[in-house]
């Protein structure tokens, strides 16, 4: 059987998706490309908005009905979350909540013999039938969404949770398949040691993705995260290390840690320190997404002084105002994140390592004043930004902010926010990029970009990205010849030779 991965979302379902990949090539199937080729179809879903569940949906109205389609991902948690919520929240607060649903627990389902395990099953096959299982089973009986789009999508065949990603072989020989796995059964699916993880194809044999931990337990008010990946559990940190152990000595020289507070976990600086003193190649250590309260001396002493911990720090703010800050619940004041950003900073002065800082903003959040904005604005100068994903407030259904706030920034407002930003944010991109001129940065080579000049028809440029994550085009002076010598995946020196807002330009040496 052939099958393929459609991924929506972030780093993290990259990661998932490489885990399923493995069952599924133990189970003696194909992975391909194209969709066209595929037996089976899996879509990998996100849904921290609307717009990604709706995207799942649309791809599913456009795909040949001769093809088989499971789905897993956040799409099908959330749903399922908000099941329980539906039914439970009359009585208990969310606290309440934590032992149902996707949290902890065994959930009950409504038919567990129409597909999937049943507890009892699930009981017998267990690989430690002693341990206490913190992990839930469930099957499509117990999730709405699944009738919903069987019945309007009949070639929708599974539904599985990503947790039990290890279970999938007792799953497809339950709705049918032939199966005969040679791998392990496992409940713990962050144990699944995928071959490659990148999210591109063409540098899969370079760059992984390690998650250190799953869920969240922030409960942002704006975020469906939470319910849609569960509370935050850590992963043990020889697992990790394993993991990373086993691509280093397969070739890979970028790692990226992942979690959703990555810096939370209560070992990360001896996860990032283990992993830096692995014997091999590694190049480039990086991690996703961290948080200002959870950074501590240790973690910036590092950034300071090995040369591969990567010069780069992707640090939501969502707002520069307390007051909305506090509605969020993020947990820190706008003058905590000003002296976080003051510390990144100093590392450039005591030691020479300019780090780069990203951030995610969220615009026209309930209640959000002209003035809370203008906070907002005054701390992106502040902060320098190198790049700011923007969003615009939208209501997630099931999160604290759909249930207890008013969406009431106008759309108009909303976007006339987001173009003010962006006009700062350009400028202050630019800026920095015309500070990077003359340096010369070690380079990832993820594409060879034809030339669009016609003078040089035939020449190649390349594109990829510096280790502090800037997106960089570059020429190879010396090599212009069609098709060029040097390949993707491969590290580069290049000098700076431009910079405008979001990119460099640059020429190769050595
Ligand atoms: S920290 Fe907040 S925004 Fe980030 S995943 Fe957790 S709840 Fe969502």
Redesign the pocket.
């Known amino acids: 059987m052939k099958f393929t991965v459609i991924v929506f979302g972030c780093q993290m379902n990259y990661s998932d998706t490489a885990r399923i990949k493995a069952v599924l090539m133990h189970c003696g199937w194909s992975y391909v490309e194209m969709i066209d080729e595929a037996d089976v179809v899996i879509f990998d879903t996100c849904s921290v908005r609307q717009k990604s569940e709706d995207k799942v949906t649309g791809k599913l109205m456009n795909l040949d009905p001769s093809k088989k389609v499971w789905i897993t991902g956040c799409m099908i948690q959330h749903n399922l979350r908000n099941m329980v919520i539906k039914r439970k929240t009359q009585k208990k607060s969310i606290k309440g909540l934590m032992g149902v649903g996707n949290f902890v627990g065994t959930v009950e389902t409504i038919a567990p013999d129409v597909i999937g395990l049943t507890n009892l099953e699930i009981e017998e096959r267990r690989p430690k039938p002693s341990m206490e299982s913190n992990v839930v089973y469930i099957n499509h009986a117990f999730n709405p969404m699944f009738h919903t789009l069987h019945t309007t999508y009949p070639h929708v065949e599974l539904f599985f949770r990503i947790d039990d990603t290890g279970f999938l072989p007792l799953m497809m020989q339950r709705i049918g398949y032939d199966v005969h796995f040679d791998g392990e059964l496992t409940n713990e699916y962050t144990a699944i040691i995928p071959s490659s993880t990148s999210m591109h194809a063409a540098t899969s044999q370079i760059s992984a993705f390690i998650p250190i931990s799953t869920g ?5 008010a ?5 319910y849609a ?1 569960g509370v935050e559990k850590y992963l043990d940190v020889d697992q990790i290390v394993a993991e990373a152990k086993h691509h280093i000595d397969h070739g890979i020289q970028e790692i990226t840690l992942l979690g ?2 990555v810096n939370k976990h209560p070992r990360f600086v001896e996860i990032c320190q283990r992993i830096l003193d692995l014997p091999g190649s590694l190049q480039w250590l990086r991690y996703t ?1 961290p ?1 200002p309260t959870f950074y501590d001396r240790w973690l910036l002493d590092l950034h300071a002084s090995d040369p591969r911990m990567c010069p780069h720090i992707h640090m ?1 703010l ?1 707002s520069g105002s307390d007051r909305i800050l506090k509605k ?3 947990g820190y004041t706008s003058e905590q994140f000003r002296e976080f950003v003051d510390q990144i900073r100093a590392i450039e002065a005591s030691h020479g390592r300019k780090i780069s800082i990203t951030s ?1 903003v969220i615009v026209g959040f309930c209640d959000e004043t002209e003035e809370d904005f203008q906070q907002t604005l005054d701390l992106v100068e502040y902060a320098r930004f190198d790049m700011i994903y923007i969003g615009k407030y939208s209501t997630r259904p099931g999160t604290y902010a759909a249930r207890r706030y008013e969406d009431d920034v106008s759309q108009a407002v909303k976007d006339e926010r987001r173009e003010r930003l962006n006009i700062i944010l350009k400028k202050i991109s630019t800026d920095n990029n015309h500070g990077e001129i003359g340096k010369t940065k070690k380079v990832l080579i993820t594409k060879k970009v034809r030339q669009w000049d016609s003078k040089a028809v035939g020449q190649y440029d390349y594109s990829g990205y510096t280790e502090d994550m800037k997106h960089i085009t570059f020429h190879d002076q010396k090599n212009p010849s069609e098709g060029g010598i040097l390949q993707v995946g491969q590290f580069v020196d290049v000098l700076v030779t431009g910079g405008e807002s979001f990119m460099l330009r640059g020429e190769v040496v050595g």
């Open positions: 969240c337990s922030q409960f942002c704006f975020c469906i995260v939470p990946r959703q507070i997404s948080y939501p969502q969020m619940f993020r995610d």
